[in-house]
């Protein structure tokens, strides 16, 4: 972290293969900066395997969880998670579910930026737009420019296209700098 007043945060947002293909940087950084944040540190990233993997928890309860929220929704949308998944269980799709992640990040060209403000991850994150682009509110990033969803993502085998990542924490600012930017 650069040596800014206490009360100014830090925020790491990249700019995901999606809407790089898409040609909405522009457009996205805007949005950003005229919310009042200031650009610290702006890169543009080709992600290594490694890199993505990294930027990902590798954790079993992170893993569990992912894969317990996927296999929630094929249940709830009457899908059998097994015509999607080599293994239906809730680790064995948060892997793959990881892989996908990976894949996608690796895909093509990011942007990498840290931004500064004052609560610049509270509002780069509402900026952003909720994680699951249908359920972003129109004006945010997600809600604006995505409607991908959890059955597109499903019968493509493939994960959500949300255009952004925005970090979630402090402590989430520090340990993604270190993978995207510094």
């Known amino acids: 972290m650069t ?3 206490k009360y100014i945060q830090e925020v790491l947002v990249l700019i995901k293969p999606d809407a790089m293909k898409r ?3 522009g457009k996205i950084i805007s949005m950003f900066e005229d ?3 200031k650009i610290e540190k702006i890169k543009l990233v080709k992600a290594t395997s490694e890199q993505a993997e990294k930027h990902y928890p590798n954790t079993d ?3 569990t969880s992912v ?4 296999l929630t929704f ?4 009457n899908l ?4 999607f998944f080599e293994k239906p269980d809730a680790k064995s799709v948060g892997i793959e579910i990881k892989k996908r992640l990976v894949d996608f990040l690796t895909s093509g060209p990011m942007i990498a930026i840290i ?3 004052f609560e610049a991850i509270k509002t780069a994150r509402k900026i952003a737009g909720a994680t699951l682009p249908t359920n972003a509110e129109m004006g945010s990033i997600r809600g604006t420019f995505s409607n991908d969803n959890p059955m597109s993502s499903a019968m493509e085998k493939r994960c959500i296209y949300n255009l952004v990542h925005v970090s979630d924490s402090e402590e989430a600012v520090e340990t993604e700098r270190k993978i995207w930017i510094d």
């Open 67 to 70: 894969g317990n929220k996927s």
């Open 3 to 5: 040596n800014l007043p």
């Open 61 to 63: 309860e992170w893993l």
């Open 74 to 77: 094929y249940q709830e949308n």
């Open 115 to 117: 931004f500064s403000g």
């Open 35 to 37: 919310s009042g944040l």
């Open 23 to 25: 040609n909405l940087s």
């Open 80 to 83: 059998k998670a097994e015509d």
